[in-house]
């Protein structure tokens, strides 16, 4: 016997949580025989960058995608419905018992209305996250795909509580934990094992600063690249200088630049006053091993990224989240975790980074974050079918 699935990535943060379900699919066909799981994965090629798309693949160990339908960049109306029409074609021609989408990234909402379409059985692993926020696409994708989905595999029980107020059938939740977590436990050493001085000479942006010797857990680390933070002017503009006038008199700031983030530097007349901060290091965009590696020893984290959230959780980066809201509250302080809602107001992000810095470093470990998530993830939908 053989359950028939096709998994979906589509942007990076899919591809983090994809790695331990392969993995977690290959080790089940070596202990049975008897019921065989074959699985296709697709590649929507939502993020068409080589830099972020191919070398994440490479390092975390995921197959080459046996279908790549190479979407790329567009709007959302135009990715979602290019996706669509690609992505049945594949539906026609392989006819999956299973869809399996992960995350909340445009692909996973194509990807679960063209499935549903054709009476194609429906998992969403990450299901349940919700931000409140109705302006963020991603929380556009999550409603839509959990309202379709036939599992829905949830990371917290938050996420699950979320989908019972939406009066989601409770046969259809499954509390599995955070597959993220998954790929931490599984290249935490290997992360661990680089060097700071020779990542960040091996990543630096041309003609920036070179810095030979980086302090352990003497050094700030920032990600920018949500829209609501770096394509306004009466954000951005407060928002770097901040980072100069103030967190560069205690840390140098490592910052893995996002492209969006680095246009805005540029557009905002920055570029050459962030370059020449001797205490400001421009990387350009890092793999993730390199990016674990940081937050690992990082003194504090500033981040728009919901991943490095639940990443700095486990291993106890503070961290200041620069949203005024997020869809994974179980990582904030309120909750047990080490993260804090500072949204752009600058006042706000003062007030929180001296209160952090005054703070004891202490790892939170949420309910079933313990790297096993992918195995109830494929044993639930196992259980099924």
């Known amino acids: 016997m053989t359950l028939k699935i096709i998994s979906v990535v589509g942007a990076r943060p899919n591809f983090i949580k994809i790695a331990p379900f392969i993995k977690a699919i290959n080790e089940y066909n070596k202990t049975n025989p008897k019921q065989q799981i074959e ?5 929507t090629g939502q993020h068409y960058d080589i830099r972020m798309s191919e070398a994440f693949f490479k390092e975390l160990n995921i197959p080459a995608p046996d ?16 996706t669509m029409i690609a992505f049945e074609k594949v539906l026609i021609e392989h006819k999956p018992d299973w869809v399996v989408v992960v995350g909340d990234v445009n692909a996973t909402l194509a990807c679960s209305v063209t499935a549903k379409k054709m009476n194609i059985k429906v998992c969403h692993i990450e299901a349940g996250l919700r931000s409140g926020d109705m302006k963020m696409p991603e929380e556009i994708n999550r409603l839509v795909t959990d309202r379709l989905s036939d599992l829905l595999l949830t990371p917290d029980r938050l996420s699950s509580e979320n989908l019972r107020k939406e ?13 993220m977590i998954d790929t931490l436990e599984q290249n935490l050493k290997k992360a661990l094992g680089l060097n700071i001085d020779e990542l960040i000479k091996n990543n630096l942006i041309p003609d920036s600063n070179i810095l030979y010797k980086i302090n352990e857990n003497a050094f700030a680390v920032m990600t920018l690249h949500r829209p609501s933070n770096v394509d306004s002017r009466e954000v951005f503009v407060p928002l770097i200088e901040f980072i100069i006038d103030e967190v560069t008199k205690d840390f140098t700031m490592l910052w893995p630049i996002h492209p969006r983030a680095k246009n805005s530097l540029k557009k905002f007349n920055l570029w050459e006053r962030v370059k020449c901060n001797k205490n400001i290091v421009l990387m350009e965009p890092i793999g993730y091993h390199e990016m674990l590696r940081l937050n690992y020893s990082a003194k504090i984290m500033l981040t728009d990224s919901g991943g490095l959230q639940e990443e700095c959780c486990v291993l106890g980066t503070p961290c200041l989240t620069l949203r005024w809201n997020t869809e994974r509250p179980i990582t904030l302080k309120e909750h047990g975790g080490v993260s804090v809602l500072v949204g752009n107001n600058i006042e706000r ?6 209160n952090t810095l005054a703070s004891k470093r202490i790892p939170s470990r949420p309910e079933l974050w313990d790297g096993k998530t992918a195995e109830r993830c494929l044993h639930a939908i196992i259980n099924v079918t």
């Open 349 to 354: 992000i003062r007030k929180e980074y001296n």
């Open 39 to 43: 699985n296709l994965l697709i590649h």
């Open 167 to 179: 009066g989601v059938a409770e046969d259809k939740i499954v509390f599995v934990g955070n597959i």
């Open 67 to 82: 279908i790549n339908l190479e979407v790329g960049s567009g709007s959302h109306a135009e990715q979602v419905g290019q």
